[in-house]
């Protein structure tokens, strides 16, 4: 039996360079783009948009890479599949048949593919004779309860010779609610012989190993948690090690943080970097004293060198009262559904 694989699920806006790099740093052992719309990418003549640009990128720490397209078209996914293969830098191409979003499904793509599997097919061949790299499938189980349609494309999947499935195991009209049919995975992945990765609802490394288990998939695909916990991965390896799991104090959040920002002012104008990062810092530091105080004076933060100086000061600041460990009382009730 192949080891287990433990993923950076696609996340639109988040799955850029920078945070892939800090989760395969983390320990992940692959990672997928957000979704590039193969129409934007097919017609692009122009210089492609800064935040565009950091998707594209690839830094040498990164791990196994799988370029993301979203679209219906056959014939545009695969002019994007040629031209994502001629860039050199991906491992494989993934077909996006899972996104939920109203304007997404609006126009035929994403899980909206998931109700016409005859037209599922014409896009996964088109790409997947588009290019000589491994081709992989995302999807969700179907459009709703009543039109369970990710048994056949996972099936047609493997007929086609793709690489592998990443299953979320939930419909589309249950969005990112609601329970992970965690049988109907397990029944789809026993029944290829390609490796399906379970995804869906998993908030911590011990779920996560749970998770694996119940499904018997070839390994999980985690979205939401890694945002709020990108050492995710390197728990999930100390747990399978038998090491116990620590919590993440202050220093170690912080340089994190730091790290992230000076990779996103590497693509993007500063004062954009690091407004970008209040999401992170409202992830990583409450449960912190003072975080709130923090986060507040972030909004007048308009350079690398001012969130830097911010982060700094206030970690000086915990260090000298022996104050870096997160408290229970302090850490607001966060779910998957807060991201
Ligand atoms: C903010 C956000 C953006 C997402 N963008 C994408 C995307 O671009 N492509 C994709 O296939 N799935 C996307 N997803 C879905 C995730 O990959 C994943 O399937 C879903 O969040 C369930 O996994 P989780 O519970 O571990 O988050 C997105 C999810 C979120 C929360």
């Not at 499938?137 to 056949?152: F, H, Q, V």
Request: aromatic share 6%.
């Amino acid at each position: 039996m192949a080891e287990p694989k433990f993923l950076l699920a696609p996340m639109d806006g988040m799955t850029r360079a920078s945070f892939r790099l800090v989760c395969f740093e983390y320990g992940a052992d692959g990672a997928t783009t957000e979704m590039i719309q193969s129409l934007a990418l097919g017609r692009a003549k122009k210089k492609l948009s800064n935040t565009f640009a950091e998707t594209m990128v690839r830094y040498p720490g990164e791990g196994f890479l799988a370029a993301q397209l979203i679209g219906s078209v056959p014939a545009m996914m695969a002019e994007s599949a040629r031209r994502l293969t001629a860039m050199g830098r991906f491992d494989a191409i993934d077909i996006n048949m899972g996104c939920p979003a109203r304007k997404v499904v609006g126009s035929g793509n994403g899980s909206a593919l998931l109700k016409t599997p005859e037209k599922a097919v014409e896009v996964m061949k088109a790409v997947r004779d588009a290019t000589p790299l491994p081709v992989q499938l995302k999807l969700r189980l179907g459009w709703d309860e009543g039109s369970i349609t990710a048994p056949e494309l996972v099936r047609e999947a493997e007929t086609l010779g793709f690489s592998s499935v990443t299953l979320h195991g939930r419909t589309r009209t249950q969005m990112y609610k609601g329970p992970v049919d965690v049988a109907k995975i397990r029944e789809i992945a026993e029944s290829v012989s390609i490796p399906v990765y379970a995804n869906g609802g998993v908030t911590c490394a011990r779920d996560a190993l749970d998770f694996l288990e119940q499904t018997n998939a070839a390994g999980v695909a985690i979205g939401r948690a890694a945002l709020k916990q990108p050492w995710i991965f390197d728990d999930i390896h100390r747990l399978r090690r038998g090491e116990p799991v620590s919590e993440r104090l202050a220093p170690e959040r912080v340089a994190l943080l730091e790290r992230l920002a000076a990779l996103a002012c590497g693509h993007r104008p500063e004062k954009v970097a690091v407004s970008e990062m209040r999401k992170f810092c409202g992830w990583l530091l409450p449960g912190f004293t003072g975080a709130d105080e923090v986060l507040a004076r972030l909004n007048d933060v308009v350079t690398l060198d001012g969130f830097n100086r911010l982060m700094d000061g206030w970690l000086e600041g915990l260090m000298r009262e022996g104050d870096v460990h997160p408290r229970a009382e302090l850490l607001p009730k966060q779910t998957l559904d807060t991201v």
